[in-house]
C-alpha cells in the first residue's frame, strides 16, 4: 500500500465542552496522486478537519490512516516524524521565519532532525526555489513580496518530497495574479511528484482545477458534482 | 541531532533593538555588582598596604583617626604636637628599632616636605634607594618615587600648605634650600609623592632648635632633651610583636597616645563592611530585578510568538526542537550579558581605581575574586534554570491552538 492513499473511517471531533460533534466522516477514500478541494461556510470545521488530517489535531475518535500510517495511532514522536518527512503543509499567511533566508526557510525542516542538511537536500532545497521560481535565495524572508513568500512556503513544503500536501487556504492572502500563479504551482508540484493535495479554500478558480470537491456542511463531507468544462 | 541555532540567530536577528536593551540591562546589573565588591576589595587591601610602614603610631593625645590619616595618609590636618621628651623617650625605649619624627609644614609644587630621620626614609634599611643615596647631611633630600624631580635638582620649600603672609613666605623660600640626592621604590601609596628631608631643617625653617646643641650639624638622634620640639608624630618600628605592644602600653599615658594604625583602619573596615554588605544587597536586589523584568519581557515576547512554535512544530519539529530554540534563546542572553557585565565590571572598577588612587593616596590593588565570579555564574545559572520555564510553557499549548493564535 502506498503512502498517500488516505483512507478515513468513522472520524469524529468535538471540541471539549461542546455538546455534539464538529463533524463526523463515516468514510472517505482517496487514492493516491489525487487532488482534492473542501469548502464550506466560514466555522463548518474545514481547518480543524484539515488539522486532523494533518495529524496537529487529535481526534475525538475513529480512525486516518494515510497509507499504512495509522496517524490517529501513531505515537506522538512518530506522528512529529511523520509530518517531518511525509507530509507538506502550505497555509494562508506562508508563515515563513522572518530573519532566515528563503533557502534557509526552504531548509528549515531539515534542521529538526540534522545538525547539517545533507548535501542532496540542499541540492533540492535549490532546485525547488529555482522551480517556483525564486530569483535570489539568500534574500531575507521579510523582504520577500507576499506572492514570493507563498512561493517559498510551497518550496518548504515539497522538501521532503512529501507523499500528501495540505493546503489551508493557500491563495487568499494573495492578489488576483499571484493566486493563479500559486495555483499552477502547487497543482503542478504535486502531480509531478505524485503526492496527494487536499486544499481547503474558497477560491474557486483553485477548486474547479482540482480533481474533486467536497464540502463539509452540517458536520458531514459531501461530494460536489463538478460540472469540468 | 538537531540544530536550533539558525531559528534562535533568525529570532536575534529580528529583535536586534530587544537583544541589545536585554544585554545591556544585564550586563550593567552584573557590572554593578562585581565593581562594588572589586572595589571594596581593593579599597580595604590597599588601605592596609599602605599603613604597613607604620607599626606603631605615637601622637599627643587626641582622635586616633586624625592621627593615622595624617601620618599614613599624608591628609595633612592640623594635629597638637607631642612634647619633645616623648621623641627622646622613644628613641632610647627598649624594644624600638628606630622612632622617627614626622613633622611636616612645606611643600614643593604641592609635594609635601616630610622632616624625619634616614632610618624611616629607608624604613630601617628595608629599603634601598633605586637612585643615589639616602640623606646624610643637612640641605639634602630623598624622594618618593612619584616626584618628579632628578637627583641633583635642588628645591626650594614653600612653606605651609596654603599662602599666609607673604613677606614671611617670602623669608623662608630664601632660608633653605635642598639638594635631592636620591630617590625611593616605590610603595604604591602617597609616601611616593613625599620629598624627605631631615626633620632638623623643618625645625629651623619654623625657627625651632633642631634637637641637638645650638650650631650642631648633626641629623638623626641620638637627640638633645633640651633642644628638642614638639613633633605632630612619631613613626615607631618595634623589633618585636611583643615589643609593639609593650610599648603602645608604654606611650599610652596622659601625655601621648600610642596605636596600631592597623587597628584603627580595623574599625574603619567595620564601617566599610557595613556599608558593603548594604551596597552588596542593593547591587544583588538590582540584578534580581533586572533579570526578572528581563524574563517576563521575554516570556511576552514568547507568548505573543506562540504561533511561530505552532508551525514549527506543525511542519516537523520535535517539542525537543522547540525547546531548545527557546530555552538557548533566554540562556545565551542571560549568560551573555553575565559575561559582558563581568568584564564592564572589572573595566569600570579598573578607570575607578585609577581615580581613586589619584584622591585617597594610594593604589588601589585591583584583583579578580572568588566572590564576584560567584555572583555572575550565579546569575547565569538561574537564568539557565528559569529559561525552561517559558520553554516547558510554550510546549504546553496544543499546536491547532498556537496555529489560530
Known sequence: MDNSHLRVSDLRFRFAGQPSDLFHIAQLAIPRGRTVGIRGASGAGKTTLLHCLAGIEPVSSGSIRWGNDEISALPPAALTRWRQQRLGLVFQDFHLIEGLSARDNVLLPASFTAWKAASIVRERADALLRRVDIGSPGRAAELLSRGERQRVAVARALLFEPAVVLADEPTASLDPENRDTISRLLLDLVREHDATLIVVSHDTALLDQLDMQFELRDGALQMVEVAHV | ?405
Open chain 2, 1 to 405: 541531532m538537531f540544530n536550533p541555532f539558525s531559528v534562535v540567530v533568525a529570532d536575534y536577528r529580528r529583535n536586534r533593538l530587544l537583544v541589545g536593551i536585554t544585554l545591556a540591562l544585564i550586563a550593567i546589573a552584573v557590572a554593578i555588582g562585581v565593581a562594588v565588591i572589586a572595589q571594596e576589595r581593593a579599597l580595604r587591601q590597599g588601605s592596609a598596604r599602605a599603613a604597613d610602614d607604620f607599626d606603631l603610631l605615637v601622637g599627643a593625645p587626641g582622635s586616633p583617626t586624625q592621627l593615622v590619616l595624617t601620618s599614613v595618609y599624608l591628609k595633612l590636618q592640623s594635629i597638637p604636637l607631642l612634647g619633645g621628651k616623648v621623641l627622646a623617650q622613644a628613641a632610647t625605649a627598649t624594644g624600638v628599632r628606630y622612632a622617627a619624627p614626622i613633622a611636616f609644614g612645606d611643600n614643593h609644587g604641592g609635594y609635601p616636605i616630610v622632616g624625619t630621620i634616614a632610618d624611616f626614609a629607608s624604613r630601617g634599611s628595608a629599603l634601598q634607594p633605586t637612585e643615589g643615596r639616602l640623606f646624610a647631611k643637612r640641605g639634602e633630600a630623598v624622594v618618593g618615587a612619584g616626584v618628579p624631580l632628578s637627583i641633583g635638582a635642588v628645591i626650594h620649600p614653600e612653606h605651609g600648605q596654603h599662602h599666609a603672609d607673604e613677606a614671611e613666605e617670602h623669608e623662608h623660600e630664601h632660608a633653605l634650600t635642598y639638594t635631592v640626592v636620591g630617590r625611593l621604590p616605590a610603595r604604591y601609596n602617597v609616601w611616593d609623592k613625599a620629598i624627605l628631608v631631615p626633620v632638623e631643617d623643618v625645625w629651623a625653617v619654623h625657627e625651632l632648635p633642631t634637637g641637638h646643641e645650638a650650631g650642631s650639624a648633626q641629623i638623626g638622634p641620638p637627640w638633645t632633651l633640651d633642644q628638642l620640639p614638639g613633633v605632630p608624630a612619631i613613626a615607631v618600628k618595634p623589633e618585636s610583636v611583643g615589643a609593639a605592644y609593650a610599648l603602645r602600653g608604654k606611650f599610652r599615658t596622659s601625655d601621648s597616645m600610642a596605636l596600631f594604625p592597623a587597628e584603627v583602619l580595623n574599625e574603619l573596615y567595620g564601617t566599610l563592611g557595613d556599608v558593603r554588605d548594604l551596597m552588596s544587597l542593593l547591587a544583588l536586589a538590582t540584578q534580581a530585578l533586572v533579570v526578572l523584568a528581563v524574563l517576563l519581557a521575554l516570556l511576552v515576547g514568547f507568548l505573543a510568538r506562540a504561533r511561530q512554535f505552532a508551525v514549527l512544530r506543525a511542519i516537523g519539529a520535535s517539542p525537543g526542537y522547540v525547546f531548545g530554540v527557546i530555552w538557548l534563546e533566554v540562556s545565551v542572553l542571560v549568560a551573555g550579558g553575565a559575561v559582558l557585565g563581568l568584564l564592564l565590571g572589572y573595566g569600570t572598577s579598573w578607570a575607578l581605581s585609577g581615580w581613586i588612587a589619584t584622591r585617597i593616596g594610594f593604589a588601589l590593588p585591583l584583583s579578580m575574586g572568588f566572590e564576584e565570579l560567584l555572583l555572575a555564574a550565579s546569575l547565569a545559572g538561574i537564568g539557565l534554570i528559569i529559561a525552561t520555564l517559558p520553554a516547558v510553557l510554550s510546549l504546553r499549548r496544543p499546536i491547532a491552538e498556537g496555529l489560530k493564535a
